[in-house]
């Protein structure tokens, strides 16, 4: 697999773009700090989440881009909000987290629902293996994950060990840019963690590379990766919904 990655800068904000071999995928910042994300092959594309519409259009328009698929990590508004506008305009279908996990195909690569409760009851991560990719909402986002906002400790913490068990290598993709404030948490529950230290490093200098980490990269520098036991897990999730 080949992977490059750079920026480019439309209508002031900064899309970046991943390459795969054959395949793109772009990571398109929308509304305060959350992405959706574009996995393109030539000129087709499926869109990960709509939190809002009217980026997406630009960044399809620009590109040449056919959306074929829209897939839905979780119902929060903030990853939905922009869904019913790009269905009316682009006549695509959209797959709810709803829907039971499976296999499908998707521009041609493998892509796999796998359901993840926790942030919320009804989650859904998505897995494109021949890729080494996982765009998990909320599940994982960049060094943290999600509050409890409707699932249980329990649940987000299996949820968690089932990405544990992904390749290292597998890129995530969350839906939002907490970095900053997720390593600062971090630190202050393993004050010597070194790669935690590089990453919020990082950040100052190539904020993609920081936020866009490998799963290996998540489990050095993520607190909720690191703990062994669902009671572990809780008590960490209390201390950071009050950090």
């Known amino acids: ?36 994300y574009l996995v393109c092959r030539g000129n087709e594309a499926v869109l990960i989440d709509a ?9 399809l328009e620009e590109n040449d881009l056919r959306l074929q698929k829209l897939l839905i990590t979780h119902t929060h ?4 909000g922009g869904c019913q506008k790009i269905q009316d305009r682009l006549s695509v279908q959209s797959i709810s987290p709803a829907v039971e996990s499976g296999e499908f195909s998707m521009l041609g690569t493998v892509c796999r629902s796998i359901s993840t409760p926790g942030h919320v009851a009804v989650h859904k991560v998505y897995y494109f293996p021949e890729l080494n990719v996982l765009f998990a909402g909320d599940t994982i986002i960049n060094g943290g994950c999600g509050r409890l906002l409707g699932g249980t400790p329990k649940q987000f913490f299996d949820s ?47 904020p993609s590379a920081a936020i ?15 703990v062994a036991t669902a009671e572990k897990f809780a008590a960490l999730r209390r201390r950071k919904d009050c950090f």
């Open 160 to 206: 968690l060990q089932l990405i544990k068990q992904l390749s290292d290598k597998t890129r995530i993709f969350g839906g939002h840019d907490y970095l900053v404030a997720n390593m600062e948490f971090a630190l202050s529950t393993e004050p010597d963690n070194e790669d935690a230290k590089a990453r919020l490093n990082l950040y100052r200098t190539d």
């Open 51 to 59: 939190g809002e519409a009217k980026p997406v259009f630009k960044v």
């Open 1 to 36: 697999m080949c992977l490059r990655v750079f920026c480019a800068s439309i209508l002031g904000m900064h899309v970046t773009r991943f390459q795969f071999n054959e395949y793109e995928l772009l990571a398109v910042p929308v509304l305060h700090d959350n992405f959706v």
């Open 77 to 80: 508004p903030d990853h939905i």
């Open 212 to 226: 866009f980490a490998t799963l290996g990269e998540e489990k050095k520098t993520n607190p909720f990766l690191r």
